[in-house]
């Protein structure tokens, strides 16, 4: 499942005096303005990154290409990858 979105930057300019319950009304912002919520867009930017650093370097692991995408760990990528596309990556590559 690949979010596919457009993000209006003057509508959604971050506050530099933002109180910490902000945050909350910042990602449901995010969520009316851009159509999916904040860690859906991450997830997808990240796996964005993931695809283009895996297919463009030679022999480098999906660990590597994971961390490199902003991934935290393997454990994490494979939640998110699982969770976008319907199977692990290692099956879903082959």
């Known amino acids: 499942m690949w979010v596919s979105f457009k993000f209006n930057c003057s ?3 971050p506050d530099d005096q933002a109180e910490p319950n902000d945050a909350v009304a910042n990602r449901r ?3 009316r303005e851009v159509g999916v919520p904040i860690s859906r867009y991450r997830n997808s930017m990240r796996l964005g990154r993931f695809w283009e650093v895996y297919r463009g370097a030679r022999d480098i692991s ?3 290409a994971a961390l490199a995408a902003g991934f935290g760990c ?3 990528f494979f939640r998110v990858y699982t969770d976008a596309y319907g199977k692990g990556p290692r099956e879903a590559i082959r």
């Open 62 to 64: 999906m660990l590597d």
């Open 11 to 13: 509508s959604a300019q």
């Open 74 to 76: 393997y454990a994490q």
């Open 29 to 31: 912002t995010f969520r």
